[in-house]
């Protein structure tokens, strides 16, 4: 992703969260929360088409791409405390964007700070409950690199560097570990869970068992596509996303 839009930090306990504004300031928050051990880069290709909809927020977690080091390892549920902080800031509701362990973390920021969420989008969710080890789902992520086009496998492996194994191990255990499901009945806010349709990582039984522990849960395959969908069908994602956006109340 160009590193343009309007740069901006968000600091609380200790740990700083990267925000990258693009679009008008005025529209429809739209929040993009990317997965373990990358960055933002993988979602470029996705923001100006929401962007020409509404102000779109790239958030880089701490220790993850570009975004200052903490000096210990946040849990899931760290994330999520630091992302609902954020959200506070903002003028309104926001569209919450989650891909892979991201999508943990809004669906945690969403049960915690239900006001702080207009519809969530849980893109290539993790982690499926019979699957929950590190050797399984490290196959599951060599599956995904071998279908991959160069592009996206260069737009996520680059971002791996940057952040380093140290970090996305000691990440790992809280991921693997997340109630996601239990996470998922205290979300009221209208929920899309999207996948591509040859996921390896997030696989229809499970996107069909997270679906229906939402109570208001849909779910979209998005043809051709794998875990990395919105880097490989842009256009299919933000269509699904603007089509899931609820009315806003007067």
Known sequence: MKRSGVLSEFERGGATLLDRRHGPADGTPFVLVHGIGVGCSYFGRLVPLLAAHGTVHVVGL??????????WDLTVEEH???????LGTLPGPA???GHSMGAQVVLQAAA???????????IGSVTDPEERTAPMQALR????????PPATNWAVLSEYAKSGPRRYLATLPSMLEHPTEAVARRVRAPALVLRGADDPICRLPWARRLTAAL???RLVQVPGGRHVVMHTRPRAVASAVLAHLPP???
């Open 62 to 71: 701490p220790g993850f791409g570009d975004a200052p080091r903490p000096s």
């Open 80 to 86: 999520a405390l630091l992302l609902a902080g954020f």
């Open 95 to 97: 569209v919450l964007i």
């Open 112 to 122: 915690d700070a239900p006001a702080a969420a207009r519809s969530l989008v849980l």
């Open 141 to 148: 992520l060599l599956q995904d690199v071998l279908g991959e």
């Open 215 to 217: 109570p208001q849960g």
């Open 248 to 250: 806003v109340l007067p």
